[in-house]
C-alpha cells in the first residue's frame, strides 16, 4: 500500500478505556501539526468505549473494533497495516501528548531522511522522566535497558511494517520492537518531554509480572543478559527465584549495590 507523502497515522490501541481516552484522543487532536487519521483500534472493549471516543465527532477519528481480543500488540498491528501516512505515532489510550508532540517530531525526520524513527522523554506520574539524558549511541544502549516507550515512538510507515510487533510478548514490546529496528534502521532521540503517562490500576505495567516478561525477553534475546548492571541483575534475580541459597542471595545483593551506584550517572 502506497502512503500519502508528509501525512501523519496516529494509532492507538484501547480496551476498556472509557474514562480516560477522551483526555487522550484530545491531546491528539490539539496538536500544532494535525494528523491525516487518527485509527482507534478498539481490543474488544466491554464498557462504553466506542461511545466516548465518537462523541468527539472527529473527521480524523477511524474507528476500529476487534471481532476478539488480540492483544495490544495486534492491535498495533492491525493499526500499522491500516496506515495511510508516510509516518505512524503511536499513543496509549490512557496518556497524554504535549502540543508540539508531532510537529517536532516531524521536523526531526525532514532534517535528517536517514532517520526512520525518532522518540522524545516522557514524564511517568509526575515522578520522573525516561530517559533522564540525551542518549547518542542508541542502538547500543538499547542492549543495556529499555527506555523507549511507545507512545514516544514517531516512524516511517514503510520500516514499521517491516518490524511488526511481536504479538507473543505480553509486556516489553516496546523494547522487542525497538531493538529489532536498531538492527536495520537509524533511531535519534529527541530530548524533550513530550508525553505524560498515566499508569493505572490495570495498565500492562501493573498487571504483567515484571520478572517473567524480562525471562521471556532474555529467553528471545540471550546475549541481553551479558550488557548492563541493569539485565545482570534481573537476570540475578530470575536465578534467584528458581535456586535460593546464599551463594545466589550475596551475588543478587553486590548487583545490587553497584547498580545503584551507576544509576546517579546513568540514562
Not at 157 to 186: G, H, P
Request: net charge positive.
Amino acid at each position: 500500500m502506497s502512503q500519502i507523502p508528509n501525512a501523519i497515522s496516529v494509532i492507538i490501541p484501547t480496551y476498556n478505556r472509557a474514562h480516560l481516552i477522551k483526555e487522550s484522543l484530545k491531546s491528539v487532536l490539539d496538536q500544532t501539526l494535525q494528523p491525516y487519521e487518527i485509527i482507534v483500534v478498539d481490543d474488544f472493549s466491554t464498557d462504553n468505549t466506542e461511545e466516548v471516543i465518537k462523541s468527539l465527532n472527529s473527521p480524523l477519528i477511524k474507528y476500529v473494533k476487534n471481532q476478539r481480543k488480540k492483544g495490544a500488540n495486534g492491535a498495533r498491528n492491525t493499526g500499522i497495516l491500516m496506515a495511510q501516512g508516510e509516518y505512524i505515532a503511536f499513543h496509549d489510550s490512557d496518556d497524554i501528548w504535549l502540543p508540539k508532540k508531532l510537529e517536532l517530531q516531524k521536523a526531526i525526520m525532514e532534517i535528517d531522511s536517514s532517520n526512520h524513527m525518532n522518540f522524545c522523554c516522557m514524564e511517568v506520574d509526575k515522578q520522573q522522566t525516561i530517559p533522564k539524558k540525551r542518549i547518542h549511541d542508541v542502538a547500543n544502549n538499547l542492549k543495556k535497558k529499555n527506555f523507549i516507550s511507545t507512545q514516544t515512538i514517531f516512524l516511517r510507515t514503510d520500516a514499521a511494517r517491516v518490524i511488526m510487533f511481536d504479538e507473543n510478548l505480553k509486556r516489553f514490546q516496546d523494547w522487542d520492537f525497538c531493538l529489532r529496528f536498531s538492527e536495520y534502521y537509524k533511531i535519534f532521540h529527541l530530548d524533550k518531554v513530550l508525553v505524560i503517562q498515566r499508569i493505572s490500576n490495570d495498565s500492562i505495567t501493573n498487571k504483567v509480572n515484571y520478572l517473567e516478561s524480562y525471562e521471556a525477553i532474555f529467553k528471545k534475546y540471550p546475549y541481553l543478559k551479558d550488557f548492563g548492571i541493569y539485565n545482570k541483575v534481573l537476570d540475578q534475580e530470575l536465578i534467584y527465584q528458581k535456586e535460593k541459597n546464599t551463594v545466589n542471595f550475596f551475588k543478587l545483593f553486590f548487583l545490587k549495590l553497584m547498580r545503584r551506584v551507576i544509576m546517579m550517572y546513568s540514562f
